[in-house]
């Protein structure tokens, strides 16, 4: 017999966001979970193209690596909407051939990493918490990832720059917490999009990647969106300057503990 599991609803009518790389994965998934919470959504990507045009969603083409582009989007969000409410920092980049020893690295697949995956990061926080100080409210999410947490060979580009992406969320929160701004990180374990299934192979393969995970399987982008949506919340008013692991138990299963018994992903 199964049991009621309750339901958890969001009204954001009113409210503004920008979302950055919400083409596809996770940040389209919180661009809709925004929209359909009835929040104006703005969307700053690399690709011209970010979901179906609606009234109430901005779709602003740019390079979050390019502190002008940053800064323009924050403008043209706040002259659209009138405001600027929350800011997720989501656009990044892991490409394949990221994933060998640092011995073995490229200064320009480095170069471009740090760029997009910390140095985004920077620039939109900068020129959409310096509208939140003028507004005196506002909130920031970093995402982060597993591979801030916990590291395996191969990936020493993308991994450490998502321990910053951590420390950046901590650091602002520290910051502007007298200033009515909460800031906080989050960190996906494995989740079905483009960027993760781009790199199944050199992670073993989606069986293996997901029985890696207590839950034995890949987590949904839409699962990552519901709690950004809470963390941005009146429910989450006490909670700034930390990180929330949305990782299907990565985190807490020893590297040392019996394996899970391998079963073919849903």
Known sequence: MSRPEGTVSYDNRGRVALVSGGSQGIGMAVCQAFLAS??????????????????????????????DDCQRAVLQTVSAFGGLDILV??????PPDSYV?????????????V???FSGYTWLAKHAIAHMLRQG?????????????????????????KAANILQAMQWGVEYARNGIRVVSVSPGAIRTPLVEASLQQQGGEMELANRH?????????EVAAAVLWLCSPAASFITATDLQVDGGLGA???????YPKQSPD
């Open 38 to 67: 009835g929040a104006h959504v703005a969307s700053i990507d690399i690709n011209s193209f970010c979901g179906n045009p609606a009234e109430n969603f901005l779709c602003l083409q740019g390079d979050t690596s390019s502190e």
């Open 89 to 94: 920092n989501n656009a990044a980049i892991q």
């Open 101 to 113: 020893p640092v011995h073995q690295s490229t200064q320009a697949s480095w170069q471009r990493m």
């Open 115 to 117: 760029e997009i995956n």
């Open 137 to 161: 409210s506002g909130v920031v999410v970093n995402m982060s990832s597993g591979q801030a947490h916990r590291t395996a060979r191969g990936v020493p580009c993308y991994g450490p720059i």
């Open 214 to 222: 207590p839950l034995g399987r890949i987590g949904n982008p839409e």
């Open 253 to 259: 299963f020893g590297a040392f503990a019996d394996p």
